[in-house]
């Protein structure tokens, strides 16, 4: 059986990092881990090619050489998906859709015939055998949530890892928390699932072996989510990291209440996480009682973010505008907290209402539903009728996000983090990769580009202040670069 992997191309969008990945020179930010972890889950004696269609073009030749396309898309990579199953059905070749876009959104793209709705563990067994029969029925949906103990490592043969900046990984699926606005609850549950730490560490191992020296991506939506067992993976993963000394740092999300627990923030930097990404929302404890987002109510936000960097891990930061207690002030008290907080990557986003979640019921049953949600965190488009005059909304989210990453105050905020920032853990080495990608700087930044007083300034005051945290700093400046040209684009 021959099988082609297609993973659709991703738009450009706050986390593709597209305008800086020729700074370092890959092709696409992360692997597609979920087709890699489907591949693992065909059978071995199976011919398998995976086309990633952010690192290289689908070609007639892969269609014809196939005899099934399983194709993995995001509701954002929906047009791509489109364009390969015509494609694929123009030369006669079945394709079997799955991942987010085919589970929440499967009325969105109806020309294909065969979808897998939910995870795939536990029906993959049937999907095999029906395709050996050639009898591939129109949809195998689970609400099952898997024991993680069943996912097999992912197949990195089917790539080439010099293509991409980072690698990714899984340790859990699910959240614990209830926002209104999130579609993971309803596609992975309430109850966090994990991989046992020795799983991990042979999935770590496996990526060493295959070639990787460099960061890591933990994909979990809430890395913490189960405490007590997540503590015990990190134990464990410090054991690994003294007895085996890997170039590996790692990134990850996780819930604000993290700030609450010392044993992680002790654990976290030790293992080798340099960035979480958590959701802050709003500042507005208005807002975060209308989306149920309970964790980040009746606290010191900003102290919290703090109290992560102090620990030697950067936060990056989801803010979202348009909620229904919104007022107009809402874009100076977002652009407020931002700033202070020293929240370098802040995304931003409006309010979108995703097919699956309490907020898209709700906003049904009032009949406020006015489209199909994009998927794009960083786009002006509202699908539903919000309480603020929608005119108001858009323009005021525009003006925030290019007055956020225009290069005064997007340094700004380089510096504020960097004074909060205490460097703890193993540190990476910095390679020819890196000194190419700051000599790029110069130029791209220093003299090609707008911005190129502000920039040089930037560098000055990170040499005389700050020089110990240098790469980090250039770092962050070099990925301003991407947010600055997807925010002139709003």
């Known amino acids: 059986m021959k099988v082609l992997l297609v993973s659709a191309a991703t738009p450009d969008t706050f986390w593709s990092y597209r305008h800086v990945l020729s700074f370092v020179s890959k092709k696409a930010a992360f692997p597609p881990l979920g087709l890699m972890t489907v591949a693992a889950m065909l059978p071995r004696d199976w011919e398998l090619r995976l086309a990633d269609l952010n690192v290289r073009r689908l070609t007639d030749r892969d269609l014809d050489w196939a005899d099934y396309v399983l194709l993995s898309a995001m509701i954002v ?8 199953v ?3 059905r123009a030369r006669g070749k079945p394709v079997i859709g799955g991942g987010p876009l085919f589970t929440t959104g499967r009325d969105r793209i109806p020309e294909v015939e065969h979808v897998v709705v939910g995870e795939a563990e536990r029906v993959i067994s049937q999907l095999v055998d029906d395709m050996k029969a050639g009898r591939v029925r129109a949809e195998y949906a689970t609400i099952e949530r898997p024991d993680l103990a069943e996912t097999p490592p992912p197949r990195w043969d089917l790539i080439d890892l010099r293509h991409y900046a980072m690698m990714s990984v899984q340790y859990s699926r699910g959240c614990p928390f209830n926002c209104e606005f999130c579609d993971i609850i309803e596609v992975n549950g309430r109850v966090p699932r994990v991989k046992a730490p020795e799983q991990m560490i042979r999935e770590l191992d496996d990526l060493i072996e295959a070639g990787w020296r460099g960061p890591v991506f933990v994909v979990d939506d809430n890395f913490i989510g189960n405490k007590v067992k997540v503590k015990r993976f990190l134990r464990r993963l410090v054991e690994w990291r003294e007895q085996r000394r890997p170039d590996m740092t790692f ?3 996780a819930s604000v209440n993290l700030a609450d627990d010392a044993e992680l923030l002790d654990l976290m930097p030790r293992a080798g996480f340099r960035k979480v990404f958590v959701g802050i929302e709003t500042p507005e404890e208005a807002g975060l009682l209308e989306c149920a987002k309970v964790q980040n109510t009746r606290r010191d936000l900003i102290a ?5 960097q102090n620990s030697g891990m950067e936060v990056m930061a989801g803010f979202i505008i348009g909620f229904d207690s919104d007022s107009p002030l809402i874009f100076e008290h977002q652009r407020r907290f931002i700033e202070e907080s020293g929240i370098v990557q802040a995304m931003v986003g409006l309010l979108m209402a995703l097919p699956g979640t309490q907020l898209f019921r709700r906003l049904s049953r009032e009949g406020r539903i006015l489209d199909h949600a994009t998927g794009n965190n960083v786009a002006s488009f509202l699908n539903f009728v919000p309480k603020l005059d929608r005119d108001l909304l858009i323009q005021g989210y525009r003006s925030l996000v290019k007055h956020l990453y225009a290069p ?27 000194v190419k990608a700051l000599l790029k700087s110069f130029w791209v930044m220093g003299v090609w580009t707008e911005g190129r007083r502000e920039y040089w300034k930037f560098v000055t005051r990170v040499i005389l202040e700050h020089r110990r945290k240098f790469s980090e700093a250039m770092t962050l400046a070099i990925m301003g670069y991407h947010f600055r040209r997807v925010a002139a684009a709003l």
Do not use: C, H, M
């Open 86 to 88: 015509r494609r694929a």
């Open 304 to 308: 919290a973010v703090r109290k992560i």
């Open 251 to 253: 990134v990850t999300e």
């Open 408 to 434: 005064e105050s997007y340094y700004s905020r380089i510096l504020a983090f960097l004074r909060e920032y205490r460097p703890n853990g193993p540190r990476s080495r910095n390679g020819w990769q890196d």
């Open 77 to 84: 990579q929906l047009d791509s998906a489109r364009e390969v």
